[in-house]
Nanobody
Framework: QVHLVESGGGLVQSGDSLRVSCTAS????????MGWFRQAPGKEREFVAA????????YYADSAKGRFTISRDNAKNTVYLQMNSLKPEDTAVYYC???????????????????WGQGTQVTVSS
């Protein structure tokens, strides 16, 4: 069982930066690929970024490429999402998720993840 807690959301202005964090319980954090997803009101939850269990590979949605950076610190059981040049359309609840990684496979879709956090709200004003 993995318990995930996100933090760091808030209200920012367009063009600002924000870093959200997700801390996991347990001693097997490095066994899990980690992903960030987001869900805006009235929309489906969508993939934002993912990172392999040891941090050697990262993946991004087109909307995040060049602006967002996912990273992890396995010693702290924490994964981060650094978001720069934020836009109003980035407004959403951001969720982190954990997937036990088998081989080199890192999932990009919600069914691929086993555990989810409660989410943190990010609001970008224009």
């Amino acid at each position: 069982q993995v318990h995930l807690v996100e933090s760091g959301g808030g209200l920012v202005q367009s063009g600002d930066s924000l870093r959200v964090s997700c801390t996991a319980s347990g001693r097997t954090f490095s066994s899990y690929a980690m992903g960030w997803f987001r869900q805006a009101p009235g929309k489906e939850r969508e993939f934002v970024a993912a990172i392999s269990r040891l941090g050697s590979s990262t993946y991004y949605a087109d909307s995040a490429k060049g602006r967002f950076t996912i990273s992890r610190d396995n010693a702290k059981n924490t994964v981060y999402l650094q978001m720069n040049s934020l836009k109003p359309e980035d407004t959403a609840v951001y969720y982190c998720a954990a997937a036990r990684q088998i081989g080199t496979v890192v999932p990009f879709a919600t069914p691929g993840y086993d555990y989810w956090g409660q989410g943190t709200q990010v609001t970008v004003s224009s």
